[in-house]
Antibody, heavy 118, light 107 residues
Framework: QVQLQESGPGLVKPSETLSLTCTVSDGSVSNYYWSWIRQPPGKGLEWIGYVYYTGRTNYNPSLKSRVTISADTSKKQFSLKLTSVTAADTAVYYC????????????WGQGTLVTVSS | EIVMTQSPATLSVSPGERATLSCRATQSVSSNLVWYQQKPGQAPRLLIYGASTRATGIPARFSGSGSGTEFTLTISSLQSEDFAVYYCQQYNNWPNTFGQGTKLEIK
């Protein structure tokens, strides 16, 4: 059973960079989209972007200028960097691995709350 | 960006009854639509993909239908564990986009 775990600071100051890492364990997810999705408190879900196992990335245009997603497949880890954060970036950040077309389902981490505040 | 609109925002239904949730896209997404269930403090759980195929382990009381711009999630006989927030999400065009959610509550 694939398991994912997010790690990183829970508090980030405005204008600084949010950095999170997702570690994937127990299973093969090579041909999956390694993704980041966020959810502001009490609100809906928003795609941030993904890195495919080939290294191809795709970012939400609304965040593209501030986002970098990268992967270290040998460590089964992928990371998110979001620069110049503001209070609007306060959210629960989920990492997820998603199969092509969802045919083999998806797996999510439990989510980690990141608060942007001075 | 494709905007997904779910209705109603809140649906009150008694256990054992049927619930019907709707999702509409601003342009065709073909059948590239998933439904998720989310309970408080938990990550979303995949219910339906390809608009109508149940994900592994999902009970038969959950069914999805539709294509193009109009989609429906039906829960045939509500169990206590089904009361949650439900999201539709299209994956036909990047960025993938979610609806704002329908909260299914006990009547």
């Amino acid at each position: 059973q694939v398991q994912l775990q997010e790690s990183g600071p829970g508090l980030v100051k405005p204008s600084e960079t949010l950095s999170l890492t997702c570690t994937v364990s127990d299973g093969s997810v090579s041909n999956y989209y390694w993704s980041w999705i966020r959810q502001p408190p009490g609100k809906g879900l928003e795609w941030i972007g993904y890195v495919y196992y080939t290294g191809r990335t795709n970012y939400n245009p609304s965040l593209k200028s501030r986002v970098t997603i990268s992967a270290d497949t040998s460590k089964k880890q992928f990371s998110l960097k979001l620069t110049s954060v503001t209070a609007a970036d306060t959210a629960v950040y989920y990492c997820a691995v998603i199969s092509d077309g969802y045919y083999f389902g998806d797996y999510w981490g439990q989510g980690t709350l990141v608060t942007v505040s001075s | 960006e494709i905007v997904m609109t779910q209705s109603p925002a809140t649906l009150s239904v008694s256990p054992g009854e049927r619930a019907t949730l709707s999702c509409r896209a601003t342009q065709s997404v073909s059948s590239n639509l998933v439904w998720y269930q989310q309970k408080p403090g938990q990550a979303p759980r995949l219910l339906i993909y390809g608009a109508s195929t149940r994900a592994t382990g999902i009970p038969a009381r959950f069914s999805g239908s539709g294509s193009g711009t109009e989609f429906t999630l039906t829960i045939s006989s509500l169990q206590s564990e089904d009361f949650a927030v439900y999201y539709c999400q299209q994956y036909n065009n990047w960025p993938n986009t979610f609806g704002q959610g329908t909260k299914l509550e006990i009547k």
